[in-house]
């Protein structure tokens, strides 16, 4: 295998990712330009519109997807409601929601068309259910409505439909295959102006434990109630550069009928060298000096050969899928996780991609996941040759999350289980 990190006589980085084979040059110099420009100046908010800001926030609930699941804090814990009706959805003020995505990529359509899938078999007994309250017949003619106008259907053709059209159509939003979970808050508590978003690193270490539960919760419910889903990709966009439709904390997770090209190679090395991502991950990054911090269950380290400075977050446990990982395991993940997060800072658009095992195969492939900072322009230069141009080296990017987890640690602003590396 070739090197992952070769330094050129000038100081050119020549990167090449251990798992992906991705090539990924750091040209000296580059690096002194400003992370992000700010794009405007931050404008005060308006009280009149705490918790209506956009369509994810809680005072506009019905303009999502009807909601599948809410979780919300108790005196002793969180308690995970299930399939609330319309007219319920105000009773309790839920930390995260998980609802279809309104413009899912693999719609039900292709599920039924291609694997005869009908969904869970609950399905249709759920959405007759929801339908039998006025506030529920008239939210899914609306949601419905809303998908088809912005699908380019003309009004005039829209407003022909009976509602039992409507009614056909909307079975997909009970048998959903894009799911998005959506944290409360769009703002962080107390802000004025609109450049205080609340994003992972915001959240308290506790409240982020629990984003990462209902992830994995999700996760496993996709791959349940779907028999021909062979891979669920979860990941967060964050900011309109990394692909985010709105400013408001979510995650999405994706099924799909086949494991997709990265899990596929991965796997055929997988097979051959069983301790690939310890040897390739956490021992490569050790050995290069690029461990930025860890907990007791996982690390987390620069990354190789990403197309965007990136850093990785490892599970240590190879075999367990995620819901099989014990409580102390998701939260040592997910503490890592966050204090990336929060070192990373609101203001840098990022993508957060999971990667695990997937059920039907038998691999060490540990949970992980990769924030991605989406800090440059992939212009023609990268399209021509697949060499991706970076400004931050993996060095300058794990001296630079050390520094501001270093005050974070020393703040309490992130788990006390999170040891910086020197
Ligand atoms: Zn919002």
């Given at each position: 295998m070739t090197d992952p990190?070769?330094?050129?006589?000038?100081?050119?980085?020549?990167?090449?990712?251990?798992?992906?084979?991705?090539?990924?040059w750091t040209i000296p110099g580059r690096g002194a330009r400003p992370l992000v420009t700010r794009r405007r100046d931050p404008q005060p908010l308006d009280p009149a519109e705490h918790d209506r800001h956009c369509a994810f926030c809680w005072g506009r609930m019905l303009e999502t997807t009807p909601e599948i699941a809410r979780v919300?804090?108790?005196?002793?814990?969180?308690?995970?409601?299930?399939?609330?009706?319309?007219?319920?959805l105000g009773t309790s003020r839920p930390e995260f929601r998980l609802i279809p995505n309104l413009y899912e990529i693999l719609s039900y359509d292709y599920w039924r068309r291609a694997h005869g899938w009908r969904g869970a078999p609950d399905t249709s007994a759920r959405l007759t259910s929801y339908v039998s309250t006025p506030l529920g017949r008239e939210h899914i003619g609306d949601i419905v409505r809303t998908k088809l106008l912005a699908r380019g259907v003309p009004a005039d053709r829209v407003a022909e439909r009976s509602y039992e059209d409507h009614l056909a159509d909307a079975i997909e939003f009970f048998a959903p295959n894009h799911e998005v979970i959506v944290a409360r808050r769009h703002f962080v508590d107390g802000a004025t102006d609109d450049s205080q978003l609340a994003g992972s690193g915001t959240l308290s270490v506790a409240e982020h434990r629990e984003f990462v539960a209902f992830t994995i919760s999700a996760l496993r419910g996709l791959y349940e109630d779907n028999e021909f889903a062979r891979y669920v990709s979860a990941f967060q966009n964050?900011?309109?550069?990394?692909?985010?439709?709105?400013?408001?904390?979510?995650?999405?997770?994706?099924?799909?009928?086949?494991?997709g090209v990265q899990i596929e190679r991965e796997a055929a090395r997988?097979?051959?060298?069983?301790?690939?991502?310890?040897?390739?991950?956490?021992?490569?990054?050790?050995?290069?000096?690029?461990?930025?911090?860890?907990?007791?269950?996982?690390?987390?380290?620069?990354g190789v050969g990403h197309q965007y400075p990136s850093i990785e977050i490892h599970a240590g446990d190879p075999w367990s899928l995620p819901w099989e990982l014990d409580e102390a395991q998701v939260h040592d993940f997910a503490d890592l996780l966050h204090a990336c997060h929060a070192a990373t800072g609101v203001e840098v658009p990022s993508n957060e991609e999971w990667h695990h095992r997937p059920p039907s195969l038998a691999l060490p492939m540990p949970l992980r996941a990769v924030i991605k900072w989406r800090v440059s322009t992939l212009a023609g230069f990268e399209g021509g040759t697949k060499i991706y141009v970076t400004t931050l080296d993996p060095w300058a990017l794990r001296d630079r999350v050390v520094r501001r987890l270093r005050d974070l640690v020393e703040a309490g602003a992130v788990s006390a289980s999170v040891q910086v590396a020197d």
């Amino acid at each position: 295998m070739t090197d992952p990190l070769t330094r050129m006589p000038d100081g050119t980085i020549k990167q090449v990712n251990p798992f992906t084979g991705t090539k990924v040059w750091t040209i000296p110099g580059r690096g002194a330009r400003p992370l992000v420009t700010r794009r405007r100046d931050p404008q005060p908010l308006d009280p009149a519109e705490h918790d209506r800001h956009c369509a994810f926030c809680w005072g506009r609930m019905l303009e999502t997807t009807p909601e599948i699941a809410r979780v919300v804090p108790t005196a002793t814990g969180w308690e995970q409601v299930r399939g609330l009706p319309a007219d319920d959805l105000g009773t309790s003020r839920p930390e995260f929601r998980l609802i279809p995505n309104l413009y899912e990529i693999l719609s039900y359509d292709y599920w039924r068309r291609a694997h005869g899938w009908r969904g869970a078999p609950d399905t249709s007994a759920r959405l007759t259910s929801y339908v039998s309250t006025p506030l529920g017949r008239e939210h899914i003619g609306d949601i419905v409505r809303t998908k088809l106008l912005a699908r380019g259907v003309p009004a005039d053709r829209v407003a022909e439909r009976s509602y039992e059209d409507h009614l056909a159509d909307a079975i997909e939003f009970f048998a959903p295959n894009h799911e998005v979970i959506v944290a409360r808050r769009h703002f962080v508590d107390g802000a004025t102006d609109d450049s205080q978003l609340a994003g992972s690193g915001t959240l308290s270490v506790a409240e982020h434990r629990e984003f990462v539960a209902f992830t994995i919760s999700a996760l496993r419910g996709l791959y349940e109630d779907n028999e021909f889903a062979r891979y669920v990709s979860a990941f967060q966009n964050w900011g309109d550069r990394a692909g985010a439709s709105f400013d408001h904390l979510h995650k999405q997770l994706v099924a799909i009928d086949e494991l997709g090209v990265q899990i596929e190679r991965e796997a055929a090395r997988a097979e051959q060298e069983p301790d690939l991502y310890e040897r390739w991950g956490a021992t490569y990054a050790a050995e290069q000096g690029l461990v930025i911090a860890s907990t007791p269950g996982a690390v987390a380290f620069a990354g190789v050969g990403h197309q965007y400075p990136s850093i990785e977050i490892h599970a240590g446990d190879p075999w367990s899928l995620p819901w099989e990982l014990d409580e102390a395991q998701v939260h040592d993940f997910a503490d890592l996780l966050h204090a990336c997060h929060a070192a990373t800072g609101v203001e840098v658009p990022s993508n957060e991609e999971w990667h695990h095992r997937p059920p039907s195969l038998a691999l060490p492939m540990p949970l992980r996941a990769v924030i991605k900072w989406r800090v440059s322009t992939l212009a023609g230069f990268e399209g021509g040759t697949k060499i991706y141009v970076t400004t931050l080296d993996p060095w300058a990017l794990r001296d630079r999350v050390v520094r501001r987890l270093r005050d974070l640690v020393e703040a309490g602003a992130v788990s006390a289980s999170v040891q910086v590396a020197d």
